[in-house]
């Protein structure tokens, strides 16, 4: 089992870059592919972006390609999700999730087996 806890989040404006953080405790943090989902108020979770059990592949939702980047450390045990040129569509409480299941990065939220408790983003227009 492993437990995720996000960090990170906060209230910027338009325009503004953030990078959220996602330790994740146990040894086996290598054994888990790696996603990030958001939930803003009054819609569903949606996928944002995954990251492979290895590293070397990554997965986004098309509205944030070419803005956002995951990454992973393995060292630190802790995904990242670099966010640039952030606007208010952005707003969302960001969860991130782990895979023990797959390898590849996944988009669906059913892949994953274990959620954090998620960080509040808000992006002033």
């Known amino acids: 089992q492993v437990q995720l806890v996000e960090s990170g989040g906060g209230l910027v404006q338009a325009g503004d870059s953030l990078r959220l953080s996602c330790a994740a405790s146990?040894?086996?943090?290598?054994?888990?592919?790696m996603g990030w989902f958001r939930q803003a108020p009054g819609k569903e979770r949606e996928f944002v972006a995954a990251?492979?059990?290895?590293?070397?592949?990554?997965y986004y939702t098309d509205s944030v390609k070419g803005r956002f980047t995951i990454s992973r450390d393995g060292a630190k045990n802790t995904v990242y999700l670099q966010m640039n040129s952030l606007n208010a569509e952005d707003t969302a409480v960001y969860f991130c999730?782990?895979?023990?299941?797959?390898?590849?990065?996944?988009?669906?939220?059913?892949?994953?087996?274990?959620w954090g408790q998620g960080t509040q983003v808000t992006v002033s227009s």
């Open positions: 146990g040894r086996t943090f290598r054994s888990y592919a």
């Open positions: 999730a782990a895979s023990r299941r797959y390898s590849d990065p996944r988009g669906e939220d059913y892949a994953y087996n274990y």
């Open positions: 990251i492979s059990l290895s590293g070397g592949s990554t």
